[in-house]
């Protein structure tokens, strides 16, 4: 029972940061964009940079870095909910009886698809071809 509990534990850890980190970019995003107009860019409090973090005081990082902590809260809140952690857990579960293919299976498996998209796309530009010339054949006469 413990170590179910430890396996859903570090799905949730997992997922969570995977989805933090994702977050975090998008509010760096908004945060490049917002710096974009004027209003927003104009440093707050007279400050022109904070000392350790080298950041400018703005109304860009105010709204990105709020934006970040309710992403951040609400991911929290849904991750935590016993609905999804326990698909979390049985994921992983699934996960862990899945036999990966080999180097050499995969190889092979890789020139049967390349080779039947060959065939597909020769035939496919074939019958383009093919039918192409009996409407132009058709309606020019």
């Not at 707050?44 to 309710?70: D, F, K, M, Q, W």
């Not at 579960?93 to 995969?106: G, I, S, Y």
Request: with cysteine.
């Amino acid at each position: 029972m413990a170590y179910k509990a430890d396996q859903g534990r570090m799905a949730r850890m997992t997922v969570f940061w995977t989805v933090a980190i994702l977050v975090f970019y998008g509010c760096t995003s908004l945060h490049e964009t917002l710096q974009t107009f004027d209003s927003l860019a104009a440093p707050l409090g007279g400050l022109e940079r904070v000392p350790v973090l080298g950041v400018v005081p703005n109304a860009a990082l105010l709204i990105s870095t709020l934006v970040l902590g309710l992403g951040l809260f609400l991911l929290h809140r849904w991750e935590q909910t016993p609905k999804n952690a326990e698909l979390l857990i049985e994921t992983e579960q699934e996960l862990r009886k899945v036999t990966w293919p080999t180097v050499d299976e995969a190889m092979d498996s890789s020139l049967v698809v390349m080779a039947t998209v060959v065939f597909l796309m020769a035939f496919l530009a074939g019958a383009d071809w093919f039918l192409g010339e009996v409407a132009r054949r058709i309606l020019i006469g």
